[in-house]
Structure formats: structure tokens, C-alpha cells
């Protein structure tokens, strides 16, 4: 559907993207995870041409999107924040982007809004960030694209709000296969409607799996040992989630048989494994020089 | 009528089929009774419908649900004993850790068979099951 | 049409500016032909013994030149640089176009405008002129052509600044300096030419005419200084025209590979900042070493202390216009 070749990016100064991959399935929702100023919004602006790479490409179906941005009917970029909408009501808005979206279902944004009681004549910014968001949505929506790139798109929200945004997206994957590339810092919402995530450090797309490959592929190890091993354990380069007192809390790849096997050698008084969750991996990814 | 809980160890597939399971056994989910479709499931759950798909999927694996061409998916009629025959399974596996550590902990084999007697006593006093 | 959405989108954003320029640009002149000669004529009325010469329609010598170039700069203003600072220009780079496409119908939106309201001024004017047989200072035709050209070249290079500059102060700057660009340095060599050598006059002059007739601002000094240049030039014409294509093709070839970024930098090419600096030192050394050399009655010490002081002016100048970066939104 869509493919990310080996793009780079340098923004002032810094290397932000090397040589990121990375292909998109129709029907698929795909997360990107990264701290703040990873460079995750850069790869969405790259998508989307509004900056250019220096190197690599980006193909939406096999073709150049740099070189055909009539595609890009069918790739719409919803941003954290979208100042054009600002001085324009619901009404307003929709007359434009007709004219610049020949697919865009007027009939289906009328249903959406009315669905979500969005008022139809107050313009953008006279709205509250929930009702801008799902404003937005509906607009990308209903311009009926292929694939979205959704930056952020249920961070800062209330919970109703968060709910039937996360419900518009996944009946619009459900009934259209549209593909959704997400970035956002809710990784509760993440681990509910993403089917593949991955990690961008270190400006590299790092540890691209399935979701459930998560809960599959790293556990968590809940032991008790006798002395004190704090400084073994850390000089192990194994994750430490936890740990108060002489309780552990250890984060190990399942296949990583040899560190198991040399925990197992400081005598644990109590041993339990089990899976873990995406906020765990996550913060022992990142925050893994932290010192506990 | 399910609720899955993203934070939760259990992947979110094993969560769908687990409960849907324990519908069927309770009755609430009757042999024969249509289900929401994976579009529909997956727009009420919030869940990826790739997920919920694949927990269909298994689902009719073990025979307990069956998709009817053009009409829907169904609670087989045997959903009933092969539910019975799956769970006496799970509880036996949920049951070896516990010993386990039971074991670890010091407990005598002896006092987990007292246990056992103890708990169906109290049981024989509340409810007939 | 295809575009026609952007066309739509572009003049939302642009609409009063262009309505006023519109108006303006149409109505403004021949309002003023009109208003002039009824005078005249009602003062005849009035004071039929009086000798008054016959009436010469003077072409620019009223500021509507000015005005409306004035609208053309804060159009471009508005369509390059305020839509980048306000972030809009994101929403506009990720429109299902060509950046060529979007940049072609910024600028082709308002160049229609120039034309239209040029051509409906010219025949209103010019039949009002014929009509009466109303003498002027200058064939209608000439002025209403170098109107059209300079008008076409504020507007082409003030967009052209926009596609090389960051924020909308970036740009007004840019535009107008370079507008002057070729008048200052052709003053700033003459005064030092006189300092160092012995040219004649005329020599002089000549430098600083041609200096000045490269000037795309010249028009804004013309009816001072050269009431009708195009008597003097015949093909002076066409220069601002030039200029005008000159800008149009800097502007659509920076803005489809200009590097989009979002922090407030003075220019987005990031290859300009050396190069201009070293202008603007240059320019202050030159400038003020002319300037000490001729008020220190012509010594050389003067001058070097002009240099200096130019020299430190311009660092400073430069660096915290070029290196210091504005926030953005």
C-alpha cells in the first residue's frame, strides 16, 4: 500500500531520520512509538511531501508520491494542530475541500458531525481541542483516503471524546481496509487497535512487530533472590522494571535462554514469569539508563 | 457484553476468546445465537478487527462458533461440550503452578488434599453445582 | 478546471487585499484624469480671462503607483511568509498538487488581478483622454505599460523573497533590499570612486544611471528624480518586465525545492546567510568609509574610521538578523 524507503532526514543540524523502512499493508494499523521529538511527526511530514527527504522515497502503490501528488487524494495527513481550518466553520470547510478533494463524501461528513453533535457554524477554533480533533478526523474521513497518517490524534482528550474517535477508526478499518499510521503517546489506545508497532530511537526504526508478537516475545520476570544482586543485575545489562527491597521485577526476551538461565544461577527465592504489557517494553526501551 | 483490558498480560485475542467462552457457559450466549460480526465486535471493544478476526477464528478452530456463508457467525451446538472439555484442561493447567508453588513454598502435598476437601465442604453448604 | 479547488483556497486566503487592489488599481487613475481635468475645466468656468496653460495630464505624479504596489507587497507577504509563520503552509504543501501547480496559482491568481485591473484603468483613462483630446506628458500607452511591468515585478519579486525567506519580516526585508540593492551599491562605489581616483563627471554619472536603471525600485524614485525615464531610455520598458520573469523563475524554482522548515530561520536556503552577510559588510564598509573619507575633508584616516565603523555595523546587523531565529508557531 504504502512503502517507506530508506528515508534520511537532517533537520538543523541533526541527523534525525537514517535510512528508515518500512512497508504498509491495506487494512492495517500500524503505531509509531518514540519519545518526544523522535522524529516521529518528521516521517509523517515526509509521507505526506510537505517536507522532502534527503534521501529515499516514499511509493503509494509502487508510484513515487513525490513525483505524483495527485495520490495524494488518497493520503491525508491529520497533524496535531491544524491552523488552516482556524477562521473557517464546518460549512465553510467542507465547500473547500470538495473542490480540492474531488472523492470527499459530503453526505458522510454531514452524518458524522450530526452523529457527534459538532456544531456546524462555529468556526475551528472556537472549538475545544476533543471537538477539534474529531472535527478533524471526520474531515479526513470523509475525503475517503486509502491510507492516514494520524499524528497524536487521541493524546490530550477526554475519555468520551478518546472513545468515539477510537470507535471512528476502527469501524473505518473494519468497513474499508483503510490503513492507519498512528503515532501517540497513549499507549493504552496503542495496544488496543494497533496490529503492528514499532519503535523509532535513535533515528532508526527499531523492533517492528506484531502486537501480539509483544506479549509473545518479551516477559517479565518476578523474583525474590537472597543477596543483594542489584549490581550484577545491572552490570547484565538486564532491564530492571522494579524492584523494592529484594522483590525484582526484570524485563528478558523469551528466546534470551541465557540470561534465564544465569538469574536462575543467583538461587531465586521466588520465581515468576509473566507477560507483559506495552507501557512496560516501552519504558525499558527508553528509559533503560535511567538508575532505578 | 465483553470488555478487554489492553493493559493486561493476556493478549487481547486470548482475552476475546476466554470471554466469550465463559458467555457460553454461563448460558448468556445460547447455542444457535447469532454474534456481532468482527466489525461489529471490533467497533463496540475498540480492538483491532484483525484481533478480534483472529479470536473468531479460533474460536470456530475449537468448535465452538461456526460462520454460515452469507449469514453470519453462530454459537454451534455443541458449543456446550467441547467448552466443558476445553475447560477441564484450562484448570488443570491453572492448577500446576499453583502447586507448584505451593510445593516451593513448604506446603505438604497432604495439606493441599485437606484443602480440597475443605473447600468442597464449604461449597456442599452454599450452592448445589 | 483542474486547480480550480486551489484557486479557490488561494483567493479565500487573499480575498480583501485583492478586491481592494482590484478597485483600486482599476478606478484609482481614471478617477484622478477625471477629477483633474473637471477642475481645470470648472476653473475656466469660473476665470474665463485667466492665462492658464493648456492642461498636461502628468502621469505619475500622483502616488498610485505607490499604493498599489503596496497592496501587490503585502499580497506576497501574506501568501508566502505569513501562511508559513502561521503554519498554514504545511496544509498547502500536503494539497494533492505539484509544488510547481501551487505556486503557479498563487502567483497566476494575482498576476490576473494586475492585468485585468491595469487593462480596465488603460481604457477607461485612455478613452476619457481621447474622448476630450487631452494632451499628456507621456503616451498613455508607455506609462500604462511600465505601470503594468513594475506592478508585475513588485508583486513576482516580493513572492520570490518569500520562497527564500522564513518569516514574513524575513521576506519584506529581502524584497525591498534587494529592490534597492543595485541603487546603493552603485552610490556606495561612486563615493568611493571618488575618493580613490580621478574619474571625471560624467563618468560618474554614468555608473550611477546605469546603476539605477537596474534598480527594480526605480520607479519609486522616477518621479522625482527622472520624471520620464522611458523618453530618455526608449527601451527602458522593458526592464522591469525583465526583472519581472527574472524574479518569476527564481521564485518557482526555490519554492519547489525550498527545505520546509519550521524554525524561524531568516532564509530557509541556508546557503544564503554567508553570502549575504558578506553583502551587507561590504556594503557597510564601503558606505561608511565613503562617508568618513568625504566628511573628514577627504583623508584617509576618515576613511579607514568609516570602513571600521561600517564594518562593525554590519556584523552586528547581519548576525542578528540572519542568525538569530524567530519563534514560530
Excluded at chain 1, 481550518?85 to 458522510?108: G, N
Excluded at chain 1, 535513535?202 to 512487530?209: A, H, I, K, R, Y
Excluded at chain 3, 513588485?154 to 533590499?177: D, I
Aim: proline fraction near 4%; include cysteine.
Amino acid at each position: 500500500m504504502i512503502e517507506l524507503k530508506n528515508l534520511s532526514k537532517t533537520l538543523n543540524g541533526e541527523r534525525v531520520l537514517d535510512s528508515v523502512s518500512l512497508k504498509l499493508e491495506k487494512g492495517e494499523i500500524f503505531g509509531l512509538l518514540g519519545r518526544n521529538g523522535s522524529g516521529k511527526t518528521t516521517i509523517l511530514r515526509l509521507i505526506q511531501q510537505i517536507i522532502l527527504p534527503d534521501e529515499g522515497e516514499v511509493l503509494f502503490e509502487n508510484v513515487s508520491m513525490m513525483e505524483h501528488p495527485l495520490v495524494k487524494r488518497k493520503v491525508v495527513y491529520m497533524p496535531v494542530q491544524n491552523p488552516f481550518y482556524d477562521r473557517y466553520s464546518y460549512r465553510e470547510l467542507v465547500k473547500i475541500l470538495k473542490s480540492l478533494y474531488p472523492d470527499f463524501d459530503v453526505t458522510y461528513s454531514n452524518e458524522l458531525i450530526n452523529r457527534y453533535a459538532i456544531p456546524e457554524t462555529k468556526k475551528y477554533r472556537e472549538l475545544s481541542t476533543g471537538l477539534k480533533k474529531q472535527f478533524s478526523l471526520i474531515m479526513a474521513f470523509a475525503i475517503r483516503p486509502a491510507v492516514i497518517l494520524l499524528d497524536e490524534p487521541t493524546d490530550g482528550i477526554d475519555a468520551v471524546t478518546r472513545h468515539d474517535l477510537l470507535q471512528l477508526m476502527i469501524d473505518e478499518v473494519a468497513e474499508r481496509e483503510t490503513t492507519i499510521f498512528i503515532t501517540s503517546h497513549r499507549l493504552e489506545d496503542i495496544e488496543r487497535i494497533c496490529s503492528r508497532i514499532g519503535f523509532l530511537e535513535n533515528s532508526t526504526l527499531t523492533n517492528v512487530m506484531d502486537m501480539d508478537s509483544l506479549k509473545e516475545d518479551y516477559i517479565k520476570i518476578q523474583a525474590v533472590f537472597e543477596e543483594d544482586v542489584h549490581l550484577k543485575i545491572r552490570e547484565r545489562k538486564i532491564s530492571i522494571l522494579d524492584y523494592s527491597g529484594v522483590f525484582y521485577t526484570l524485563l528478558l526476551q523469551r528466546d534470551d535462554v541465557e540470561s534465564k538461565n544465569w538469574l536462575r544461577s543467583l538461587n531465586p527465592k521466588v520465581w515468576n514469569q509473566l507477560p507483559v504489557n506495552l507501557e512496560e517494553v516501552f519504558i525499558a526501551k527508553f528509559g533503560g539508563k535511567r538508575r532505578w | 457484553m465483553i470488555q478487554i483490558d489492553p493493559r493486561s498480560s493476556t493478549a487481547i485475542y486470548e482475552q476475546i476468546i476466554q470471554q466469550m467462552k465463559e458467555l457460553c457457559l454461563k448460558g448468556v450466549l445460547k447455542p444457535g445465537e447469532k454474534l456481532p460480526s468482527v466489525r461489529e465486535l471490533s467497533t463496540m471493544i475498540i480492538a483491532n478487527p484483525n484481533t478480534v478476526s483472529k479470536a473468531y477464528k479460533e474460536l470456530e478452530r475449537q468448535g465452538i462458533i461456526e460462520t454460515l456463508r452469507g449469514r453470519g457467525t453462530y454459537v454451534s451446538e455443541n458449543a456446550q461440550k467441547t467448552l466443558d472439555e476445553g475447560k477441564m484442561e484450562m484448570i488443570k493447567e491453572q492448577l500446576k503452578p499453583l502447586i507448584i508453588d505451593a510445593v516451593y513454598a513448604g506446603v505438604d502435598i497432604e495439606i493441599i488434599h485437606k484443602w480440597i476437601e475443605e473447600i468442597r465442604k464449604e461449597m456442599r453448604g452454599s450452592s448445589n453445582d | 478546471m483542474v486547480g480550480g479547488g486551489l484557486f479557490e483556497k488561494e483567493f479565500k486566503q487573499v480575498r480583501s487585499l485583492c478586491i481592494f487592489l482590484f478597485l483600486f488599481n482599476s478606478f484609482a487613475l481614471p478617477f484622478t484624469v477625471w477629477s483633474e481635468y473637471s477642475s481645470y475645466l470648472d476653473f475656466l468656468k469660473k476665470y474665463p480671462d485667466s492665462n492658464l496653460e493648456p492642461f498636461v495630464f502628468q502621469f505619475g505624479a500622483d502616488p498610485h503607483l505607490l499604493i498599489s504596489s503596496m497592496f501587490l507587497f503585502f499580497i506576497a507577504i501574506n501568501q508566502m511568509g505569513t501562511e508559513r509563520a502561521r503554519g498554514m503552509m504545511d496544509f498547502t504543501l500536503s494539497l494533492p498538487y505539484k509544488r510547481s501547480k501551487i505556486f503557479l496559482v498563487k502567483w497566476a491568481l494575482v498576476f490576473g488581478i494586475i492585468l485585468s485591473s491595469t487593462l480596465i484603468s488603460f481604457i477607461l483613462t485612455g478613452s476619457y483622454l481621447e474622448w476630450f483630446e487631452i494632451a499628456v506628458s507621456q503616451p498613455t500607452f508607455n506609462y500604462y505599460f511600465t505601470l503594468f511591468s513594475t506592478l508585475a515585478m513588485v508583486y513576482t519579486l516580493t513572492l520570490a523573497a518569500g520562497t527564500l525567506t522564513g518569516t514574513p519580516f524575513a521576506q519584506g526585508l529581502t524584497a525591498v533590499s534587494a529592490a534597492i540593492l543595485p541603487l546603493l551599491f552603485a552610490l556606495v562605489l561612486t563615493m568611493n570612486a571618488d575618493a580613490f581616483g580621478n574619474f571625471t563627471y560624467e563618468e560618474m554619472e554614468k555608473w550611477f544611471e546605469f546603476g539605477y536603471l537596474i534598480t527594480p525600485a526605480l520607479q519609486f524614485f522616477g518621479w522625482r528624480i527622472f520624471q520620464d525615464v522611458s523618453s530618455i531610455y526608449p527601451f527602458y520598458f522593458l526592464i522591469p518586465g525583465g526583472m519581472a520573469i527574472l524574479f518569476f523563475f527564481v521564485g518557482y524554482f526555490s519554492f519547489i525545492k525550498h527545505p520546509n522548515e519550521r524554525n524561524g530561520n531568516f532564509f530557509l536556503w541556508k546557503q544564503l546567510n554567508l553570502p549575504v552577510q558578506i553583502i551587507v559588510i561590504l556594503l557597510g564598509v564601503l558606505g561608511f568609509s565613503a562617508v568618513g573619507y568625504g566628511s573628514s575633508n577627504e583623508s584617509f584616516t576618515g576613511y579607514l574610521i568609516g570602513a571600521v565603523i561600517g564594518a562593525a555595523i554590519g556584523i552586528i546587523l547581519s548576525y542578528y538578523l540572519i542568525y538569530k531565529k524567530t519563534k514560530q508557531a
